[in-house]
Nanobody, 121 residues
């Protein structure tokens, strides 16, 4: 139901925009979020957005560089990533299914399969 896209291999300082398309049902009343995970490490919170899109929250390391947004008419979540750093390398996952946005991954009911982002120096 959730499919991420837009990942790839880029150089430090470049930009990428990730998309997460939701199918099968609408989540316009649900908060959505992006998480990321490096192999062998725990899944890490990146950003979240309220159902209306009016409220956003970011993990400190991406604040000012990443922008989360959503288009409820298209059932799509976005993550614009600018000034990418090598430490941003990870598999990025979108998540949905909670009324109020939270940084806790266990609160989200539905997850995509992830898209790989690799930032080289």
């Amino acid at each position: 139901q959730l499919v991420e896209s837009g990942g790839g291999l880029v150089q430090a300082g470049d930009s990428l925009r990730l998309s997460c398309t939701v199918s099968g049902r609408t989540f316009s009343n649900s908060a959505m979020a992006w998480f990321r995970q490096v192999s062998g490490k725990e899944r890490e919170y990146v950003a979240s957005i309220s159902g209306s899109g009016g409220e956003t929250d970011y993990e400190d390391s991406v604040k000012g560089r990443f922008t989360i947004s959503r288009d409820n008419a298209k059932n799509t979540l976005y993550l614009q990533m600018n000034s990418l750093k090598t430490e941003d390398t990870a598999v990025y996952y979108c998540a949905v299914g909670v009324v109020v946005a939270t940084r806790r991954s266990t609160s989200y009911l539905y997850w995509g399969r992830g898209t790989q982002v690799t930032v080289s120096s």
